[in-house]
């Protein structure tokens, strides 16, 4: 499954990090701001 993960990034960074990691350990592709070039 495709999932995007979204929410602010500084205050949150750790969390997102666990979040990302964990989803894609279960096998899910993770779309995440971390990943794109500006």
């Known amino acids: 499954m495709r ?7 500084e ?5 997102r990090s666990a979040a ?3 989803l894609r350990q279960l096998g899910h ?3 995440a701001m971390e990943d794109m070039l500006a």
Do not use: G, M
Not at 3 to 9: A, R, T
């Open 29 to 31: 592709e993770v779309l």
């Open 11 to 15: 205050d949150l960074r750790e969390h």
């Open 3 to 9: 999932i995007f993960v979204s929410s602010s990034f």
């Open 20 to 22: 990302i990691r964990v």
